[in-house]
C-alpha cells in the first residue's frame, strides 16, 4: 500500500481513522469528546509543581491548548509525517503567527506574486510596517529567486499548486536553494492535501494549510495549522499563545469527524477533478483549461513525480469574456456560486468579479486575473451529474 510515513507505519486511511486519538478515552468512550472547558483544575499544589518542573504533562487553559485540540493535532502530524503540529481558528491566523514568529525587524522575506490574496496583502503591506522587507518574486523563476536572497533574508513563503492557476513549483529545487542559503522554506500546500503531496519529504521546512478546505472538507468550519519539526513549531506555538487566535473544541471535534474520512473523499475529488477537467477541455465553448493533471498542464510531468493526485481545483477560460460567463453561472443547477473549495458540494467561482472585485480591470489583468477565468471546485457527487450541469449551462453561453 502506498503513501505510508514509515515502511511498518499504518496507510493513510488507517492513520485518518485512528491516528492521534488513543486506544482509551474518557468514560470507555469511542470517540475523541469534546472538551468543552475554557481552563483545567490542579487537585494540589503537588500537582502545579509536577506541571511547572514538567514532570507531568498536562492541559492549563484552554489558550494554550485542549485534548480535543491535541488529538486533531496529532493526528494531522502523522498524516503530514511532521514531527509536530499547531492547530488555529483560520488559515490565516496560522500564516500570520507563523510568519510573525519567525520574522524579526530588520530581515526578509521572500515570496512567490501569485500567493492566497491575503497572504500576499499581509507580507507586502502589513510586515514593513514592523521593518520585515518584503521581495515579491515571479513564481517559477528558481534564477530570480536566488539573486533576490540575501544575508538578510529568513524566509521563503510560497504555495504549490497555486490558486486559481494551478502553477506547480518543484519542491526539490526549492528545497536546495533555501537549504544552500540557511533559509527557512515554508509551503502553502492547501491545494494539494497531505493526500496528494508530502512537502517535507522534499525538504520543505513548514507546511501550512488552510484546514478549511479539504481537511475539513465539509464547508462548515474555519480552521488553518503548520507542521514542522518540533523546534519550529514550539517557536511558533509561543507566539500563539500570546496572539490568541485559539480553534474551539466544537469546531476541532468537527475537523477531527472530517478527517477520519479524508483520504476517501480525496480518492473521489481526485477522480471528479480529472473527469471534470477532460471534459472542459474538449468542450467547443471552453478556451483554456487549468489543471496539474492534464497532459497540456505546462508542469504536468513535474506535477505527476511530486504529487500523487491532482485534487479538486480546476480552473478554465470561457469563450466570450464576461457575459458568457455571467450567462453560464446563472444556468447552474447543481454547482453553487461561492469562495472556498475542498468541501463535499461543487462550488464555482469567478475570480474577476469576487476575489477581485475591488481591482480595475487593467489591475486585474496585469495580476493575470481575465474577465473569462472561472475556478471550479470540484465536491464529490456523481461525475456525470457535475458534467451535465456544467454541459448545460456551457450551451447558451
Ligand atoms: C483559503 C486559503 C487560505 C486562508 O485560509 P482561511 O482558513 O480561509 O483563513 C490560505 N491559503 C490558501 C491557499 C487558501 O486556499
Known amino acids: 500500500m502506498k503513501k505510508r510515513n514509515k515502511k511498518d507505519s499504518p496507510g493513510i486511511f ?12 474518557y468514560a470507555d468512550s469511542l ?5 468543552q472547558t475554557s481552563t483545567f483544575v490542579f487537585h494540589d499544589t503537588k500537582d502545579i509543581h509536577d506541571y511547572t ?20 493535532e496529532m493526528k494531522l502530524a502523522e498524516l503530514e509525517g511532521a514531527e509536530d503540529c499547531q492547530l488555529f481558528s483560520s488559515g490565516m491566523i496560522a500564516i500570520t503567527t507563523t510568519l510573525l514568529a519567525l520574522l524579526s525587524k530588520g530581515q526578509q522575506i521572500i515570496i512567490t506574486n ?29 534564477q530570480e529567486l536566488e539573486e533576490t536572497i540575501n544575508d538578510r533574508t529568513t524566509l521563503i513563503f510560497t ?15 526549492l528545497a536546495l536553494i533555501s537549504g544552500k542559503a540557511g533559509i527557512i522554506l515554508l509551503l502553502d500546500s492547501t491545494l494539494a492535501t497531505p493526500f496528494n503531496q508530502r512537502p517535507l519529504e522534499f525538504g520543505v521546512d513548514l507546511v501550512i494549510h488552510s484546514a478549511t478546505k479539504y481537511l475539513g472538507g465539509h464547508n462548515d468550519i474555519l480552521a488553518g495549522v503548520v507542521l514542522g519539526s518540533e523546534k519550529l513549531i514550539s517557536k511558533i506555538r509561543e507566539l500563539h499563545k500570546t496572539l490568541g487566535g485559539m480553534i474551539d473544541p466544537q469546531c476541532c471535534y468537527l475537523l477531527l469527524r472530517g478527517l477520519k474520512t479524508f483520504p476517501l473523499r480525496m480518492e473521489r475529488h481526485n477522480r471528479n477533478g480529472e473527469q471534470v477537467a477532460a471534459f472542459l477541455e474538449n468542450h467547443a465553448k471552453v ?6 493533471g492534464l497532459k497540456t498542464h505546462p508542469q504536468h510531468r513535474l506535477a505527476k513525480e511530486q504529487m500523487d493526485g491532482f485534487g479538486g481545483v480546476v480552473s478554465f477560460e470561457i469563450k466570450g469574456g464576461l457575459r458568457a460567463a455571467n450567462r453560464f453561472l446563472n444556468r447552474l443547477r447543481l454547482c453553487y456560486i461561492a469562495p472556498s473549495f475542498g468541501g463535499v ?5 469567478h475570480p474577476a468579479s469576487v476575489t477581485y ?24 457527487e456523481d461525475p456525470e451529474d457535475i458534467i451535465s450541469d456544467l454541459k448545460q449551462a456551457l450551451e447558451v453561453s
Do not use: W
Open 53 to 72: 518542573s514538567k514532570k507531568k504533562v498536562r492541559f492549563e487553559y484552554g489558550r494554550y491548548g485542549n485534548p480535543t485540540q491535541r488529538a486533531v
Open 159 to 173: 504555495e504549490s499548486p497555486t490558486n486559481p492557476y494551478l502553477y506547480v513549483l518543484d519542491l526539490k529545487k
Open 14 to 25: 488507517t492513520r485518518a481513522v485512528h491516528s492521534g486519538e488513543g486506544r482509551r478515552k
Open 345 to 349: 458540494e461543487t462550488l464555482i467561482v
Open 287 to 292: 478556451k483554456r483549461v487549468y489543471y496539474p
Open 114 to 142: 501569485d500567493l492566497y490574496k491575503k497572504t500576499l496583502q499581509f507580507c507586502k503591506d502589513e510586515l514593513p510596517r514592523f521593518g520585515i522587507s518584503c521581495s515579491i518574486v515571479r513564481v517559477g523563476d528558481y
Open 31 to 35: 470517540i475523541t469528546p469534546i472538551v
Open 357 to 380: 472585485y475591488d481591482l480595475s480591470r487593467r489591475e486585474r489583468l496585469e495580476m493575470g486575473i481575465k474577465d473569462e477565468l472561472l475556478r471550479l471546485a470540484v465536491g464529490i
